[in-house]
């Protein structure tokens, strides 16, 4: 297992979240998706749909960053 830092930027994902940013168990060849599945099981379905549009791909208006780079998949 690894641990991912994940920060909900703006007030309103804190406000779904509860939290500002927390640290995330994901498996060691956990994609993006996983991630995103995992905080979506422990925060509820409401963060499903500000992260994910109906396609069930990652929202336009949603930004992911990992180590410095923008990270579009």
Known sequence: ???VRVKYIPEILQ???RVS???VA???NATLRDLIETIINAHGEKLRAWLL???RE???N???IVNGEVVTK
Request: hydrophobic content about 45%; proline content about 0%.
């Open 62 to 64: 949603v930004l992911v």
């Open 21 to 23: 940013e927390e640290e």
């Open 15 to 17: 406000s779904v979240t």
């Open 1 to 3: 297992m690894i641990r």
């Open 53 to 55: 549009s109906e396609k």
């Open 26 to 28: 994901v498996g060691e």
């Open 58 to 60: 990652l929202a336009e």
